[in-house]
């Protein structure tokens, strides 16, 4: 198991960047598949990046060219680089992370941290 904690969440304006770190606790950090999700109050999860132990990366539409996910293993630590913000991009941020490839499988991401909210204003 392992344990999952987010940080870097705020307010910003929209066109602003933001950079949400999540730091893992396990001695075996770099054999987990790890991403990002968000939720919106009312609206469905939505995975926005996920990163193998590989390093093949998957984004959502909504992101691309925008977002962009990466690891440290040395560190047990994922990031996720947020630039361009817009309004629908406010949500709670999840960091997630399962031991099977969630990159074609989103859905193997069962462990997840508590979440770090991220406010976009005009």
């Known amino acids: 198991q392992v344990s999952l904690v987010e940080s870097g969440g705020g307010s910003v304006q929209s066109g602003g960047s933001l950079r949400l770190s999540c730091a893992a606790s396990?001695?075996?950090?770099?054999?987990?598949?790890m991403g990002w999700f968000r939720q919106a109050p009312g609206k469905e999860r939505e995975t926005v990046a996920t990163m193998a132990r590989t390093g093949n990366t998957n984004y959502a539409d909504s992101v691309k060219g925008r977002f962009t996910v990466s690891r440290d293993n040395a560190v047990n630590t994922l990031y996720l680089q947020m630039n361009s913000l817009k309004l629908e991009d406010t949500a709670m941020y999840y960091c997630?992370?399962?031991?099977?490839?969630?990159?074609?499988?989103?859905?193997?991401?069962?462990?997840r941290g508590q979440g770090t909210q991220v406010t976009v204003s005009s």
């Open positions: 997630a992370a399962g031991l099977v490839d969630c990159v074609s499988f989103p859905r193997a991401l069962i462990y």
């Open positions: 396990t001695l075996t950090y770099s054999r987990y598949c």
